[in-house]
């Protein structure tokens, strides 16, 4: 089983940065891939960014491609998202997530940690 703990959300102007951590325990490893999704008030959970662990390969969001950046923490056996020139539509909470690479569903799930983007 894996846990996940995500740390680093906050209260940002617009055009301000942060950067989210997401700690890992348990077995991952190099067949695992981790991403980032978020749920805006009132809206569906949405996709953010992926990385798959071995290989390092990322995928994003439209809506965040040039202004967020995903990455391997090591340290943490996690993963990180930086967040640049943050909008208010950016506003929510975002949940980091894992799954094997041989399945289709993320199937590990963080507890969730908030952003919010004032104007």
């Known amino acids: 089983q894996v846990q996940l703990v995500e740390s680093g959300g906050g209260l940002v102007q617009a055009g301000g940065s942060l950067r989210l951590s997401c700690a890992a325990s348990?077995?991952?490893?190099?067949?695992?891939?981790m991403a980032w999704f978020r749920r805006a008030p009132g809206k569906e959970r949405e996709f953010v960014a992926n990385?798959?662990?071995?290989?390092?390969?990322?995928y994003y969001a439209d809506s965040v491609k040039g202004r967020f950046t995903i990455s391997r923490d090591n340290a943490k056996n996690g993963v990180a998202l930086q967040m640049n020139n943050l909008k208010p539509e950016d506003t929510a909470v975002y949940y980091c997530a894992a799954r094997p690479t041989s399945s289709s569903s993320y199937i590990n799930w963080g507890q969730g940690t908030q952003v919010t983007v004032s104007s």
């Open positions: 348990g077995r991952t490893g190099s067949r695992y891939a």
């Open positions: 990385i798959i662990w071995s290989g390092g390969n990322t």
